[in-house]
């Protein structure tokens, strides 16, 4: 150490100042950070409704079926089949990330926050899988979207049909039009 010059800490108003931007910073983040934060829930329905979406344009492009399937808790996942055979089902793959197309809420992005409820509407009940048979699908009819539970064929899709997502009081259905299938977020 050279001489004349001493060593020092913080002096109480740095100490202070310190102190008030973290305070700032902190009232900043937590409301964004809150579990009440309706952008989660917004994220989420435009997540589900990108991979509705998706589901529909795959099937256009490989001409046989896409299975939506809600059936594990948090998730939605897509898979497809030129030939709509029992077996030879593949994941499809998120085209920006190229991984499989898994939209899972109970995950980190959502902290398992909010539920995802797949309603896909046959005879007044609601299921969790769907098939979308295209052009040249070997299927219940082409063109058209099927309800499925457990590999059982249960019907066309009727009026009502989406995926209800839940963050504490809130609610979002993003909504699957039986006819055209065109998705509709909220």
């Not at 589900?48 to 979406?53: E, I, M, P, Q």
Request: proline residues 6%.
């Amino acid at each position: 150490m050279k001489p004349g010059r001493s060593s020092r800490g913080f002096t109480l108003l740095e100490t202070l100042v310190v102190a008030l931007l973290i305070g700032i910073v902190a009232l900043a983040a937590v409301p964004l950070l809150s579990s009440q934060n309706p952008t989660k829930l917004d994220v989420a329905a435009a997540e589900v409704g990108n991979a509705l979406r998706f589901a529909i344009s795959e099937v256009e492009r490989i001409g046989g079926c896409v299975w939506v399937d809600g059936s594990v808790s948090g998730h939605l996942r897509v898979y497809s089949s030129a030939a709509c055979a029992i077996s030879g089902w593949g994941v499809v793959s998120d085209p920006l990330t190229k991984r499989a197309l898994d939209v899972s809420t109970s995950g980190p992005a959502f902290s398992g926050l909010v539920s995802m409820t797949p309603r896909f509407m046959q005879g007044g009940t609601a299921y969790t899988q769907l098939m979308i048979v295209g052009p040249g699908g070997v299927g219940p009819g082409t063109g058209t979207l099927h309800v499925f539970q457990g590999g059982t064929y249960r019907g066309p899709l009727e009026a009502g049909s989406g995926v209800v997502l839940t963050l504490g009081p809130q609610t979002a259905a993003v909504a699957f039009n039986e006819i055209t299938g065109r998705v509709t977020l909220p």
